[in-house]
């Protein structure tokens, strides 16, 4: 994947806010799953590097 492009999809108060990429490379981890609740600084997923 390439920086910018979109990992994640987050729904709150039935609103999606899309979680971009902040570097290249390949999504390594997905730390949650879908109806999972979440709060600010969790970790969603991990990038490793391209």
Known sequence: MAEDDEILV???MKMETLVYAPCAGVVADVRVKNGDD?????V???IKPA
Not at 38 to 42: A, F, I, L
């Open 10 to 12: 987050i729904e709150a």
């Open 38 to 42: 979440v709060q600010e600084d969790d």
């Open 44 to 46: 969603l997923a991990t």
